[in-house]
């Protein structure tokens, strides 16, 4: 099943504008993490925030968690049209074998 | 070189055909996995290597078999393959000996395509 669900499903946005994305997770956590995926190729691994911490930076990637809320964002500053991708947001199930993903969130930064 | 590698990138088949699918890859990571992404379902797991001898059904396995020949190559099968089979298939890799929870490592994956 569906552990994390992103939201919303598709953005556009003109380069130099902001990019928030959301998320919500069911279950406890140990860390979640966020994925980009360029059309046609692998799942790339952009940030990771433990539970126990509110915010991460890198670059012009700045993530926040929530676990009171059970929710996240990633937010992408300054975008550019390479940024165009689909983003995933992901978290181990309970018993730490394996990743649940979203559905992801598709972002168009055009020109 | 990528560091996960799948072979091929993209097949075209038909109902019935046996198909395999390869991963490599050269991360020494001890962990696999094989993941289905079906257009508005996101990425579902087939199965999970933990290491060569510890092999795990996901979610979606039925339909699906798995070998780890080594720490490196893990293969899925489609035995008699179906058109609802048609996806595009992902390999990851993550590293256990970093503690809990680590990032996953993908390749960039075999669009397969059952007629």
């Known amino acids: 099943s569906q552990q994390g669900e992103e939201d919303p499903q598709a953005l556009s946005i003109q380069e130099g504008e902001n990019a928030t994305m959301n998320c919500s997770y069911k279950t406890s956590i140990n860390n979640l993490q966020w994925y980009r995926q360029n059309s046609g190729r692998g799942l790339v691994h952009l940030i990771l925030i433990r539970s126990n911490e509110r915010e991460k930076h890198s670059g012009r990637l700045r993530v926040t968690l929530d676990t009171s809320k059970k929710s996240s964002s990633l937010l992408i500053t300054a975008s550019r049209a390479a940024d165009t991708a689909s983003y995933f947001c992901a978290t181990y199930r309970p018993s730490g074998y394996a990743l649940n993903f979203g559905k992801g969130t598709s972002l168009l930064v055009t020109p | 070189d990528a560091d996960v590698t799948q072979t091929p990138r993209n097949r075209i088949t038909k109902t019935g055909k046996r198909i395999m699918l390869e991963c490599s890859q050269t991360?020494?990571?001890?962990?696999m996995y094989w993941y289905r992404q079906d257009p508005g379902l996101g990425l579902r797991l087939i199965y999970y290597s933990f290491d060569v001898k510890d092999i795990n059904k996901g979610e979606i396995s039925d339909g699906y078999s798995v070998s780890r020949q080594a720490q490196a190559k893990f293969s899925l099968s489609l035995e008699s393959a179906i058109p609802n089979q048609t996806a595009l298939y992902f390999c990851?890799?993550?590293?256990?000996?970093?503690?809990?929870?680590?990032?996953?490592?993908f390749g960039d994956g075999t669009r397969l395509s059952i007629l």
């Open positions: 990851a890799t993550s590293d256990s000996t970093q503690g809990r929870d680590q990032p996953q490592h």
């Open positions: 991360k020494g990571h001890d962990r």
